[in-house]
T-cell receptor
Framework: GNSVTQMEGPVTLSEEAFLTINCTYTATGYPSLFWYVQYPGEGLQLLLKATKADDKGSNKGFEATYRKETTSFHLEKGSVQVSDSAVYFCALIGGTQGGSEKLVFGKGTKLTVNP | EAQVTQNPRYLITVTGKKLTVTCSQNMNHEYMSWYRQDPGLGLRQIYYSMNVEVTDKGDVPEGYKVSRKEKRNFPLILESPSPNQTSLYFC??????????FGQGTRLTVV
């Protein structure tokens, strides 16, 4: 079935550092890919998405590009802020293995940004 | 405002006392699901529903029940809660293939 592997944390950075959180997936066909963010004490919210190969999703300074050739969807931000401290989840849905009924998540990566 | 509403946000209960966590969405989404979130285990799907009166087991359904009598509501029922069901629970809704919208979460403690 479909699966998502993302880098384990925790990740600790200083303010204005560059962020990369790796995410790779296993699925046939063309799933839709997502990054969700969970701030402390809150539910998950969609950060960005991409629905086809070479699409770039972007939001709040974060970016991720759907790479079919490497089955990856790495999250990047050029300059993180303390307010970006949260848990980040990579996820996918769809493809052609009959996985459209299930949103598959990675295990999450906790990011802490220090002033 | 598009939203998924869960209640209660926090609940402490005793072993064996039946409880229900409610979930409601106002986006006319067909698909709803319940997850539990535990440290080191990420999000695990408990049950999902593809439409009214259509429900199916997720990855960890044991000890839980659900019903989908109306499109907007998808309650989670614990008939006889046990301490290993202490967790953070999330309800989510979406269109069939699309991004999910999550509730704020219910932190359940079973003593």
């Amino acid at each position: 079935g479909n699966s998502v592997t993302q880098m384990e944390g925790p990740v600790t950075l200083s303010e204005e550092a560059f962020l990369t959180i790796n995410c790779t997936y296993t699925a046939t066909g063309y799933p839709s890919l997502f990054w969700y963010v969970q701030y402390p004490g809150e539910g998950l919210q969609l950060l960005l998405k991409a629905t086809k190969a070479d699409d770039k999703g972007s939001n709040k300074g974060f970016e991720a590009t759907y790479r079919k050739e490497t089955t990856s969807f790495h999250l990047e931000k050029g300059s993180v802020q303390v307010s970006d401290s949260a848990v980040y989840f990579c996820a996918l849905i769809g493809g052609t293995q009959g996985g459209s009924e299930k949103l598959v998540f990675g295990k999450g990566t906790k990011l802490t940004v220090n002033p | 405002e598009a939203q998924v509403t869960q209640n209660p946000r926090y609940l402490i209960t005793v072993t064996g006392k039946k409880l229900t966590v409610t979930c409601s969405q106002n986006m006319n989404h067909e698909y709803m699901s319940w997850y539990r979130q535990d440290p080191g285990l990420g999000l695990r799907q408990i049950y999902y529903s593809m439409n009214v009166e259509v429900t199916d087991k997720g990855d960890v359904p044991e000890g839980y029940k659900v019903s989908r009598k109306e499109k907007r509501n998808f309650p989670l029922i614990l008939e006889s809660p046990s301490p290993n069901q202490t967790s953070l629970y999330f309800c989510a809704s979406r269109r069939f293939v699309g991004e999910a919208f999550f509730g704020q979460g219910t932190r359940l403690t079973v003593v």
